[in-house]
């Protein structure tokens, strides 16, 4: 049995990876200050990361999956660590300027993104800080992220626009194309960067067709059972008021994930299960207040 760290756990990426060994029948450890409900089957080790002492210097861990932040985190991390064979950082497609040509390769140059700010430079220093203290680590920087356990109020918005009967408020023509990642596809392409010890350590990842959001809310409303009426706002007003994303397009070349892991699960059925898991998980999702300012600035 394989033994495997994640750090957190108890929300979305790290609570579904964590759940995923456990399924897969890996004696999986997470780390957290339990501040939240656990999965079943995972071991905690119940710690703060940037105050470890002692607590992890007597495991041996065959993985240690690690969704930190910021070179502290991952300095924090690497300090009170005892053995381990495999260190995989889960970072993101925020580390692209948006001026960069697209689509953005693993060597394309990395720096501040006007939409993401302090994230996605604070992801910059912790990857450059993890490949200084282990080279043979593997870094993986996925765009939007979907699927069940999602806390943040993307798709979870769409349905509760189709579940209530609401009319869509859709930026300008719908045209804006977004590219995801569905959260099962990123726990297997850790299985197969772990399975195959590729020579290259960082990996764009995500689904290479990119999606309109005009399409992606007509399958959000199609999972639910819905169909959707759209109204276009055409106003010059931030879409983040109104909408789940940026007014930021842009595309990730994912040909090297494709090499190792040539299939992908479709947008419609990704969809459908993040849907089956929403109307039983509502609370756990974070809510905006889209719809409140859609009914006092744009109806």
């Not at 005892?82 to 580390?95: E, R, W």
């Amino acid at each position: 049995m394989k033994k495997i760290l994640v750090t957190g756990g108890t929300v979305f990426v790290s609570r579904y990876i964590a759940e995923y060994y456990v399924s897969a029948g890996w004696e999986v450890y997470v780390l957290n200050r339990n501040t939240k409900e656990q999965s079943k089957g995972v071991k905690l080790i119940e710690a703060d990361r940037h105050n470890l002492g002692n607590k992890l210097k007597d495991y041996c861990f065959d993985v240690v999956i690690d969704t930190g932040y910021t070179a502290n985190d991952v300095d924090a991390l690497l300090d009170g660590l005892g053995d381990y064979k495999d260190y995989i950082f889960i970072s993101s497609s925020a580390v692209y300027p948006e001026y960069v040509p697209q689509p953005f390769t693993e060597n394309s140059e990395t720096g501040v993104n006007k939409f993401w700010g302090k994230y996605g430079t604070d992801k910059i220093e912790a990857e450059s800080t993890l490949m200084k203290r282990n080279p043979n680590a593997y870094i993986i920087r996925p765009p939007y992220i979907y699927g069940p356990m999602n806390n943040v109020y993307r798709e979870a918005f769409v349905f509760d626009c189709a579940l209530a009967g609401r009319r869509f408020y859709l930026p300008k023509d719908g045209d804006m194309k977004l590219q995801f990642f569905h959260i099962h596809d990123l726990c297997r392409f850790i299985d197969v960067i772990l399975e195959n010890k590729p020579l290259q350590h960082i990996f764009n990842v995500g689904n290479k067709e990119l999606i309109s959001i005009k399409h992606w809310v007509e399958l959000c409303y199609e999972v639910t059972g819905k169909e959707v009426d759209f109204v276009n706002v055409y106003e010059d007003i931030e879409q983040r008021n109104y909408f789940s994303f940026y007014n930021y397009e842009y595309y990730l070349d994912v040909s090297k994930q494709y090499e190792l892991m040539p299939e992908v699960k479709s947008m419609k059925d990704g969809l459908q299960e993040a849907f089956e898991w929403y109307i039983h998980n509502e609370d756990k999702v974070s809510k905006k207040g889209f719809v409140v300012y859609i009914d006092s600035n744009l109806i």
